[in-house]
């Protein structure tokens, strides 16, 4: 297991790859076929959801199809895996949120994070993002990890884990190009006359991407370098100073 630092999230809740559950119903989906098979035979496109779950403001039931323009609202202890095209995502208890439309009803141009927390594992592909409150992450092919802080006045914590990501938070712009998780905070209020500021690596794990990109027959970075980095949120695979972050103050 990868180190991990937690802030306000428990490691029962950051461990939940691990779960003899959620092992099965990811082998149950892929031996099934995955994605293609799904669609082919008009199957639901849910790995796993546990607790309460709602859809469209209704009771989520077994065998329920996430589609794009669907709301999406999970309870306490509940959680939900799901694909749309070559993107997958793990929803977190307690968390709101929307999948925009993108060029066809199976491409997901916008996931709109409005509560809660998201881990998600994207293919390649263009006009692609994720949108809170306080920041925008236009996503090209890259793993993620995204947290809107209800303790800390919806301030957002946005992990590039891998791939390049354009930043942008009250004007403040970066380009993020990550092999390691580099790590972002979107303010509610300036710091340092900055609302898009370097953020430590938090409340997410390696093995999290790993489970996601594989869903969508990836691999993460490091799994393809062979190697892990440094996980100080600065993106590298080598030890580099606080001024190598792409949003830090020049």
Known sequence: ?????????????ILWF???????????????????AAMAQQRSNVVEFVGDVMLNGQRM????????????????ASRLVFLIGNAAFHVRQNSRLRVERGA?????????????????????GSNRSIVTPTLTAGIRGTGVYTEIMADQGGRTYFCNCYGTVDMESNGNRAVSVSS?????????????????TPAPALNHTDEELE???????????WQIMGQTG?????????????????????
């Open 104 to 124: 066809t009803l199976n491409t997901a141009s916008l996931l709109r994070l409005l509560s809660g927390a998201v881990v998600s594992a994207f293919g390649r």
């Open 180 to 196: 390691y998780h580099q790590s972002f905070w979107g303010e509610v209020q300036p710091r340092g006359g900055r609302f898009l």
């Open 18 to 36: 691990q779960r003899r559950d959620t092992l099965k119903a990811a082998a149950a989906w892929a031996l099934a076929g995955g994605l293609p």
């Open 230 to 250: 440094v996980k100080d949120g600065r993106g590298y695979m080598e030890q580099r100073p606080p001024e190598a972050h792409p949003a830090a103050p020049r």
């Open 61 to 76: 039931l077994p065998q329920q199809t996430v589609q794009t323009g669907d709301d999406i609202l999970t309870g306490p």
């Open 211 to 221: 489970f996601l990109a594989r869903l969508i027959g990836q691999r993460t970075a």
């Open 1 to 13: 297991m990868t180190q991990h630092i937690l802030q306000g999230r428990s490691e029962d809740e």
